[in-house]
Every structure is written in C-alpha cells, then in structure tokens.
C-alpha cells in the first residue's frame, strides 16, 4: 500500500523528532516562543501525550511499571494516542490556521516499533497513517544524535529509553533513511550543536512556509 501524504491547505505542521537525548522538546519550545513573538498563532504539542486520552496511554507505553508489552500491542497504544491527537488536536489547530508545533509524530512508531523492534515498517506505517488519516507535516525537523550520546544526558529511563544500544542505532539508522527518501519535507541538523544555531536553522528553513500564516 502506497501512502501519498495529506499535506494541510491552512496552518503550517512541523514535527520534531529524533532518538533520545536530542533537545526536541527544548527545540520545539523555542521555536513556539519565536513565532509567537514575531505574531503567529502557536499549538505546542506532543506525543505520546497530547490530549487526555493520550496522557494515559503515554503512562502505560512509557512506565518502566508497565513491564513487557507485545510489540504489536505498544504499536495499537501509539496509534491510538495518534488518532485521537490528530482529530482533536492537530486538524482543529491547521483550520484556524495556526502552526503546529509537536514533539513526535508517526516517524517515532515507524523507527521505534518497526525498525527498533524489528516489525518492519509496511504494517506499522498502514496502521499509523489510518490512524492520522495520512496527514503529512509541511517540515520535519531531525534532529540527529549517537544514541550512546543521547541515552547519556539522562539519569532515569522509561520504558523506551531503557532498551539496548543495538535499539537505539536501529532507530537512528530509521529516522537517517525516512528523512533521506524526502529531503523536501526534512530538516536534519546535528544535535550536538549550539542551541542557538540550532534553533536559527530551523527557524530559516520554516521562514519560507511561515507566508501567509497568521
């Protein structure tokens, strides 16, 4: 099955991700205080956890006290914090027009559950573009890190953090092909630059999708 992407005709969409330890919340917070600050309407968001059905999914998907889950069931939790995030959250945003801004979106499952957990990505991609309708974002920003650096920055891990080494470059190595197969619609930046220049790349590169939105 071929997904062609819905890309949306109002608002501007801008995902964040990347492996552990990366500064895509940080990241996305600075972007959202620049484009407010310069007079656009702003949605941060995030998932898991973007509405308060994904609030507890994210608690089961993410609790070290959660134990083992099959990897197809953690697949359905995502999904399902996805589709009820972009239902109720993210298309509402785009039709008013405002820039949403969130922290994760369908490449997280497709590196994570497909490649770090060896599913493979054909089914776990129809299963996560059913659930967000295909919606497509207009940029996405990788924001690219060795995992043995990333897992570093951090004393507590959950349940996704506290995998292997070997998981963790699968998913590295997943997020480097996806953002590799559409330059257009990606921004790769090393995450061990300043924070500064880092948020002035990005903010560069949306300046162009920013025009007429309000």
Do not use: N
Not at 32 to 40: D, I, K, Q, S, V
Not at 191 to 198: L, S
């Amino acid at each position: 099955m071929e997904f062609p992407g819905a890309y949306a005709d109002r608002g501007v969409f801008v995902c964040f991700e990347g492996g552990e330890g990366g500064g895509k919340s940080t990241q996305a917070r600075l972007l959202a205080e620049r484009l407010e600050a310069a007079g656009h309407r702003v949605l941060l968001t995030r998932e898991p956890g973007g509405t308060e059905v994904g609030q507890r999914l994210r608690d089961i998907v993410l609790s070290p006290e959660t134990g083992d889950l099959a990897d197809r069931t953690e697949v359905l939790l995502y999904a399902a914090d996805k589709a009820e995030h972009v239902e109720t959250v993210v298309l509402p945003a785009l039709a008013r027009g405002e820039v949403v801004i969130t922290d994760r979106y369908v490449d997280s499952t497709l590196a994570y559950q497909g490649a770090g957990r060896g599913l493979g990505t054909t089914g776990v991609e129809q299963v996560a573009r059913w659930a967000t309708g295909d919606l497509r974002p207009h940029l996405t920003v990788l924001l690219d890190l060795p995992p043995a650096d990333g897992l570093g920055r951090f004393e507590g891990r959950d349940r996704i953090e506290g995998q292997g080494l070997e998981f963790h470059e699968r998913v590295r190595e997943s997020f480097r092909d996806l953002a590799a197969a559409d330059p257009d619609h990606y921004l790769v930046l090393d995450a061990r630059g300043a924070v500064e220049e880092i948020a002035a790349a990005i903010h560069d590169r949306l300046a162009p999708l920013l025009e007429g939105a309000t």
